[in-house]
């Protein structure tokens, strides 16, 4: 026989397991919604400290103490463009040399990553890619019907507020003067749409 | 008398109390134990690449978003970290190690070392990793790091004044297969020498 002290004490037990079930999954699903020093929070914070509010921020020297993001690879040269599609879609050129790593990915606000490349797939060396949301997108297919082949990458963005990350590897210390330089001739410009 | 009456209610919020705590606590235990599911397993060298694709799945997200980090994209590499030698003791700053060759085919590789947080470590070295072009190695290719607090020549990295840290092993363009597990002679060997 199970004591009737057990009995009355299951459903609260039972109880107790629900609400936490409940909390966990609500706190991990909201975690990136929520949490204060995510990776974008934290470029958009640097951008506005150093007075950048459109186009390339170029990143610091990744050194103890002086990191924006954590994880990063000590022997990468960096840079972000910070975009809000809430207006305007979002253009973002870029060159390799086709010799050193350069890798460009694409973050929600959260920090998730939804699109990447490295220059292995850049087309004749160069990067040429348009961020939208599905809005803008529709509306640049509809301006370029029956036009010539596209030249650029086309990408939906799933949140109107992200980041582009640009990395650069410095195979040796002494490279990353001149990839910091490579890098400041990338571009990132939100633009207009077509008038039609 | 009065908790008679109301013992009902008092126990229904202790049930919402103890809920809301047991499920926070279970949510910074998963979010502790890594990125969500599914992680590549070499020896002490652990790779998470659910959490560098656009469908990664919550926890991965949630965990990303604590940190304030912006994962590699898969199609970019893959990130490997250590927390243990090979033979699974705890890494510990006031002992001496040494990494041996070899590592998994990729374009580049980097490995260096890193608080578990994701911080670079202030040491007299001003290094702070290794790629695979700038590393010394032996003739035939082969190499070895010696990570120790003191001087040493040839390959060295020092944690500083850290007691814990991880080594981390990040593999640009790499062919790894990420959909069976890699076999653990193919990572660096990380082997303890003494302890001051």
């Known amino acids: ?196 | 008398m009065f908790l008679e009456r109301y013992s009902l209610y008092l126990r229904a919020g202790l049930v919402m109390i103890a809920g809301l705590l047991l499920g926070l606590f279970t949510t910074v235990l998963s979010l502790n134990a890594g990125y969500g599911f599914n992680p590549l397993e070499a020896g002490p060298w652990t790779a998470w690449p659910s959490v560098g694709v656009p469908d990664s799945d919550p926890y991965a997200r949630a965990v990303v978003a604590r940190t304030g980090e912006s994962p590699l994209g898969r199609d970019q590499g893959l990130v490997f970290t250590a927390s243990t030698d090979s033979s699974g003791a705890p890494l510990d700053g006031a002992c001496d190690y040494s990494l041996e060759d070899p590592t998994p085919p990729a374009r580049f590789w980097t490995l260096g070392i890193v608080s578990p947080r994701g911080s670079l470590f202030a040491n007299p070295t001003g290094r702070f990793g290794y790629s695979s072009v700038d590393i010394l190695r032996h003739e035939g290719g082969g190499f070895n790091i010696h990570v120790s607090r003191n001087i040493q020549t040839g390959n060295w990295l020092s944690p500083g004044e850290a007691r814990q840290f991880n080594f981390i092993l990040r593999l640009y363009d790499t062919t790894l297969d990420v959909d069976t597990q890699p076999k653990a002679d193919h990572f660096p060997k990380i082997t303890k020498l003494n302890c001051a």
């Not at chain 1, 040269?77 to 990915?105: M, N, Q, W």
């Not at chain 1, 029956?146 to 990350?165: C, H, K, M």
């Not at chain 1, 640009?166 to 001739?185: F, I, M, P, T, Y």
């Open chain 1, 1 to 196: 026989m199970i004591p009737d002290r057990l009995l009355n004490f299951l459903p609260w037990a039972l109880a107790t397991l629900m609400i936490a079930a409940m909390v966990h999954l609500v706190s991990v699903l909201l975690m990136p919604a929520l949490a204060p020093k995510d990776a974008y929070a934290r470029l958009a914070s640097y951008a506005k400290a150093v007075g950048i509010n459109e186009g390339v921020v170029a990143l610091p020297p990744i050194t103890p103490g002086a990191e924006i993001l954590s994880f990063e690879d000590a022997s990468f040269v960096e840079a972000a463009c910070i975009y809000d599609l809430s207006k305007r879609p979002y253009h973002v050129t870029a060159s390799a040399d086709g010799e050193d790593f350069f890798g460009l990915s694409f973050h929600a606000s959260g920090g998730r990553i939804y699109h990447a490349i490295t220059d292995r797939s850049a087309i004749k060396g160069k990067f040429d890619i348009i961020l939208g949301n599905a809005r803008q997108m529709e509306a640049l297919e509809n301006a370029s019907d029956g036009a010539a082949p596209l030249q650029e990458v086309r990408i939906t963005a799933p949140t109107s507020r992200g980041f582009v990350l640009l990395r650069v590897l410095a195979k040796r210390g002494s490279d990353q003067a001149r990839l910091r330089e490579q890098l400041k001739s990338v571009k990132c410009e939100h633009f207009d749409l077509p008038k039609d």
